[in-house]
């Protein structure tokens, strides 16, 4: 385990300097370093540039193994009232206030734009449920039954979720695993899953991080007992350790998705 601003970005395979550290955000496909590390006073703080949230970003570590268990919370300052006897919002709430403000801003999405950048540099096609709202593409997220966030991905590949989207075990799919066709492919990025759909026209679940492979190929091993799990990895560190460990869990074989 890693308790040190340095020990974090070493294992992220990123790079120190005097007092911080540069790596690639595991919250999103970031192919340049966007993330910012440095010691707090208790816990290593983070700033994502491409707008992921510290919270999103400790428990995507803390699914690689990279930090302790512990809950690390939020870099961002907390508000709280003079009694400072405020308790943290309980997480059916939270579930509830997300689910209804992403379900809002699905409503009043637009049809993905064939023509979008993002597509186009990608050469894809509008696939699956993905919508548009103003220039940045919106990917549902999703746990059994609801929907957990949104990721907005903007026309030059810049990722972020909606605030508060609950990250851990919530994925996307392509295609229809309950028609039990053949395999499942499970992997980190929208664009990488629709090129596997593409290619071999299996289903795919998004985990949409290497941090969440593992607790969505773990959610959804208990719908889908027999089905083989293929967990598709990135080509860097983070992404082939976050497929073995998603592997190991489910009894699945592990592929590059590259």
């Keep these: 385990m890693n308790n040190s601003a340095q020990d974090v970005t070493k294992a992220l395979g990123g790079r120190w300097r005097r007092d911080y550290g540069t790596a690639k955000c595991p919250c999103h496909e970031d192919r340049n370093p966007s993330l910012t590390l440095r010691d707090g006073e208790r816990t290593v703080l983070f700033t994502c540039h491409a707008g992921c949230r510290s919270a999103d970003i400790a428990a995507a570590l803390k699914a690689d193994g990279i930090l302790p268990g512990a809950d690390l919370g939020d870099a961002r300052p907390t508000p709280r009232s003079r009694n400072s006897d405020i308790q943290p919002e309980p997480e059916p709430d939270r579930a509830a206030r997300v689910a209804k403000a992403a379900m809002a801003i699905w409503a009043t999405a637009k049809p993905a734009d064939a023509s979008h950048p993002y597509l186009l540099r990608k050469r894809l096609p509008v696939l699956g449920d993905v919508r548009q709202r103003g220039d940045a593409l919106v990917v549902p997220m999703q746990q059994p039954a609801v929907m957990t966030g949104l990721q907005f991905i903007g026309p030059s590949g810049g990722k972020r979720f909606l605030r508060g989207t609950i990250l851990n075990g919530s994925y996307t799919i392509l295609g229809d695993p309950s028609l039990h066709r053949s395999r499942l492919l499970i992997c980190e990025g929208w664009a990488t899953g629709c090129a596997l759909h593409l290619a071999t026209g299996a289903d795919v679940a ?3 991080t290497a941090g969440n492979l593992k607790a969505v190929a773990t959610r959804l091993r208990r719908f889908f007992a027999h ?3 293929v967990i598709c990895a990135d080509d ?10 998603a592997a190991d869990a489910v009894g699945g074989d592990v592929a590059r998705a590259s």
């Design 236 to 245: 860097d560190d983070a992404g082939l350790k976050g497929a073995e460990a």
């Design 206 to 208: 998004i985990a949409f």
């Design 227 to 229: 089905e083989p799990f």
